[in-house]
């Protein structure tokens, strides 16, 4: 038997007025995830647990089956494990975005233009952030490279007591609520604050300005913990696993419970990603040899952030057409499997950022379906095949997993 999870981060949403009262999922044409969800087992389960956070860090160890109020240290040393940064027990990651703020002189009171700065390309923020890691000397701090905006800031030895606030959590607001707080949080603010000196007047954004994009004249702060220690997949299930994602983060918490890295080329990490790409490398993988593949798509979430609604109804029809139809077409070849599609969380339009809803999931096998569940008292629920994926039919199942660590177990074990 092979396992395989599609995870269309932040899928989920509210009804949007725009698409005539409903949610994307509902909207969009996706012709093999609705038949999942007619031939399959559909229902909603609970990625985030009470009192933590909804971000895709909390979201995605509970998807992979690893309860987040035992094993969650922070988001960034996930992404710094990925970029093959040595974090030590004592030293603090943090993710350092590179974004627009606006003019004012006084930095506390610029606003957050853009969370990406256009979704600055890789090439560019290189140079921003090697620039960064020759003017910005303080000991036992240093800066690394990363993807497009998304970037990693490691401090030795650091305190751990901060208040950071995701950038993409307040677009278009001032950001002087939301500044560094905690023990030491003045240092943090004092490098962003030099940044934006160092970086506006950057040759990368004085040519970027010239082109009509966005400038990333600032860097900002957040996602902050320490290095975590995880029982491997393997451990758990005893299977053979592979991860395929372009983002840093669950790239990282793939490689921390043992999972085999895949990059893809042309896999980007947003709307405009190879997508057919990471179908064939999963195919790939699981002919070589893996038994489990984990395949991560950020594109939803990414529109969901940026109030993209038409590219977040694409996406997921692409995901459907290129990696959900593929799979289908090309597991035929391989023998028994099973799917399970869902998002990490909902990232609704409307508020363009992470929300903590149950999300809607699919277990589809064609060789070993049941149709019966057991709820959380031990009664067999009746499982009624649903013609659409979607939030509205995923709830009208009757069935819901509210430890959502435990949803893997049921999709693996049975």
Known sequence: MKYIVILGDGMADYPVPQLGNKTPLQYAKKPNMDYMAS????????????GLAPGSDVANLSVMGYDPCKYYTGR?????????????????????????????NDYS?????DYSSDEIS????????ETLNDQLELPDINFYPGVSYRHCMVWRNAPHDYILTPPHDISGKKIKEYLPKG????????????????????EVNIDRVKRGLRPANSIWFWGDGTKPSLPSFYEKYHLKGSVISAVDLVKGLGICIGLKPVNVEGATGNFNTNYKGKAEAALEELKSGQDFVYIHVEAPDECGHRYEIENKVSSIELIDRHIVGRLLKGLEEIGEYKILLLPDHPTPLSVRTHTAEPVPF??????????????????????THASSYDEIEAKKSGIFIESGHSLMDLFIKG
């Not at 030590?88 to 627009?100: E, I, K, Q, S």
């Open 39 to 50: 031939h399959g087992i559909m229902g909603l389960v609970k990625t985030i647990p009470e």
């Open 362 to 383: 699919i277990i589809y096998s064609p060789h070993s379906m049941q149709n019966l569940l057991l709820n959380t008292t031990g009664n067999i629920i009746q499982h």
């Open 122 to 129: 890789t090439e560019e923020s290189a140079q921003l952030i």
């Open 76 to 104: 960034s040393p996930l992404e710094a494990i990925s970029m093959g940064i040595d974090l030590g027990a004592n030293d603090v990651a943090f993710r350092c975005n590179l974004v627009t703020l606006s003019d004012e």
């Open 183 to 202: 023990k030491d949080a003045g240092i943090l603010l004092q490098l962003m604050q030099k940044s934006y000196e160092i970086l506006k007047p950057h």
């Open 109 to 113: 009171e610029k606003c957050m233009i």
